[in-house]
């Protein structure tokens, strides 16, 4: 997987960014077609804002998050990508299902060996 970090205001440690690569290498157990990834990291006064861009073979995901730390906002953003891409598969399986479905109805006359 291809990971992108911006950092606006300010220069992230090297902890910050092995952090955020750790993260998100733990999300191709949930998709592994994950190519890549943007993560725009933004410091505004007391608020840390996290933007996470992720991009698979067919589908986009993107969060964004405030927190007052960055890890604390970093696992968040995750969080929600995670659940992004649990619903998609969700739908994916209820499409495969419909389409098969749909095909049976259609050619009444395939018979099945048995």
């Known amino acids: 997987m291809n990971i992108d970090i911006t950092a606006r205001n300010f220069t992230p440690s090297h902890h910050l960014k092995s952090f955020i690569t750790t993260k998100l290498s733990s999300?191709?157990?949930y998709d592994s077609n994950i190519k890549s990834s943007k993560v725009v990291l933004l410091k505004e006064g007391r608020a840390e804002?996290?933007?996470?861009l992720l991009r698979s073979n067919r589908n986009s995901y993107i969060t964004k998050c405030y927190s007052s730390i960055f890890e604390k906002t970093i696992v968040h953003a995750i969080d929600k990508i995670k659940v992004q891409i649990k619903k998609n598969q969700k739908h994916e399986i209820f499409d495969i299902c419909l389409r098969?479905?749909?095909f049976f109805i259609l050619n009444p006359f395939i018979k099945f060996r048995s």
């Open 27 to 29: 999300l191709s157990k």
């Open 49 to 52: 804002k996290v933007e996470i």
């Open 100 to 102: 098969l479905l749909a």
